[in-house]
């Protein structure tokens, strides 16, 4: 498959590196986590939930392309409790991700619904962004089953749930503040 970007075409070197590796059979333990969209308390103020959440408390117009795109979005803890599990004694290559592929826009109506519910506001928002790297890329996910048939581990945090979770994080640094 040929790659857009020059991010997707060193994970993918990097995961064959990997992989070459382990053919080699290394006398030490080790691990590759290829992880999809990670959200949850502390991501960066400009990526998606953190960034609706935010502009919608300051009045912000909240501006999006079309929402088409088809993600995996995997909450930190999730991510945080597999790894923990795995890294003692493990070794390869595992796609640690939420199975639940849902678009772009989905996730920007969640996190709308939940400020909008908990905050009592009615943000301006606007699908209406052509020019945005992401919209090149209009399916992208990865299959957990390794880990899931392995190990019997996934992450099961809901988009919905997650949300909530970053959302009260938010508010919490914002009270501080």
């Excluded at 999730?78 to 795995?86: A, S, Y």
């Excluded at 048939?149 to 809901?158: A, L, N």
């Excluded at 938010?170 to 503040?177: A, D, F, K, M, N």
């Amino acid at each position: 498959n040929n790659l857009s970007s020059l991010y997707s075409k060193t994970k993918r070197q990097l995961t064959v590196y990997h992989k070459l590796y382990q053919i080699s059979e290394p006398s030490f333990s080790w691990a590759h986590f290829v992880l999809s969209n990670i959200y949850g308390p502390g991501e960066n103020p400009h990526r998606l939930i953190p960034y609706i959440i935010n502009a919608a408390l300051t009045g912000q117009p909240l501006r999006f392309t079309s929402g088409n795109q088809m993600r995996q979005y995997t909450y930190i803890d999730d991510v945080v409790e597999i790894i923990l599990k795995l890294l003692p004694s493990t070794r390869g290559i595992y796609n640690v991700t939420n199975p639940t592929v849902l678009s772009v826009r989905d996730v920007v109506s969640e996190t709308i619904r939940q400020v909008k519910e908990r905050y009592a506001i009615e943000p301006t928002i606007k699908f209406d962004l052509d020019d945005r790297r992401d919209i090149e890329m209009k399916y992208l996910a990865i299959s957990g089953n390794k880990l899931q048939d392995k190990y019997g581990f996934s992450c099961i945090t809901s988009i919905k749930d997650g949300i909530a979770r970053s959302e009260e994080h938010t508010s919490e640094l914002q009270s501080r503040v």
